[in-house]
């Protein structure tokens, strides 16, 4: 079991924990409260701040800062958090907030790619397996399913929610709730339809597919509001696990669907 390995130009506190097997590059700062699991990467003139806890097997190209303050003017500098999986990859200045007080923490699943100037605010709840393109862009208190697609220059205000298996569109304004499995897109964005190609390679069988197209026809291509569209999905179709992530997230909505 090799040890880390530590540039000599890197910065690393001795209050920080580093895996086995990780590596520190060049003019890498590690803060102290850092905590990295195992086979870590860092490239060169990486930051990270703690309090923060990430798994193994993460990428950390240059120039990204994680685990920095709350941008929230209503921090009041108390130790806040963040909290990440295993196997992520942040590309170049990628930046990740902790969360804006102790109650709260920031949290990334595992498995996912941030693209470069990606960004995710204070408090947000990010899940496994998402894409970020380029500049994807979450505010504060965002919840983002997952398997969850951002597409490049996507900007998602605060308390949005983001279903599982959605994708939006390039330079998407998303101001409600996308619910699970649709894509998104336009400025402010619209539902256009399913994300057909996302959950074909996902490997969903033809019939789940077919329900949730039934499920989209109701909801957007009907003359019922939220609320009928929900009681005929209900009545229509069979209550399938992926027709039931879709009632229950459009019932739990605070800022509404977007329709």
Excluded at 23 to 30: D, F, I, K, L, Q
Excluded at 156 to 182: E, L, N
């Amino acid at each position: 079991m090799s040890e880390a390995q530590i540039h000599p130009t890197a910065i690393v506190d001795p209050q920080a924990t580093i895996g086995v097997g990780t590596s520190v590059g060049p003019y890498c700062v590690v803060a102290a409260g850092v905590v990295l699991g195992r086979d870590c990467w860092l490239q060169h003139h990486v930051t990270l701040c703690g309090p923060m806890i990430a798994g193994a097997r993460n990428k950390f190209y240059a120039y990204c800062s994680i685990g920095q303050q709350t941008q929230d003017l209503k921090y009041q500098s108390e130790p806040t958090f963040l909290e990440i999986g295993d196997e992520n990859t942040f590309r170049e200045f990628v930046t990740v907030n902790r969360s804006t007080t102790s109650a709260g923490k920031t949290r990334i699943g595992s498995c996912g790619n941030f693209l470069a100037y990606s960004h995710i605010g204070h408090d947000c709840d990010v899940g496994d397996a998402v894409v970020f393109s380029n500049n994807g862009t979450l505010a504060g208190h965002v919840k983002m399913g997952d398997h969850a697609v951002m597409g490049g220059l996507t900007a998602v205000h605060q308390f949005c929610r983001i279903g599982r298996y959605a994708i939006t569109g390039g330079c998407s304004k998303i101001v409600q709730d996308i619910p699970p499995f649709m894509i998104a897109d336009g400025n402010p964005a619209k539902v256009r339809g399913i994300n057909l190609v996302g959950l074909e390679r996902s490997g969903f069988p033809a019939e789940s597919v077919k329900w949730i197209k039934e499920a989209f026809r109701i909801i957007y291509r009907s003359k019922y509001n939220t609320h009928q569209a929900i009681e005929a999905i209900r009545q229509e179709l069979p209550l399938s696990p992926e027709i039931t992530q879709i009632v229950e997230f459009i019932e739990q909505s605070e800022r509404g669907i977007i329709r």
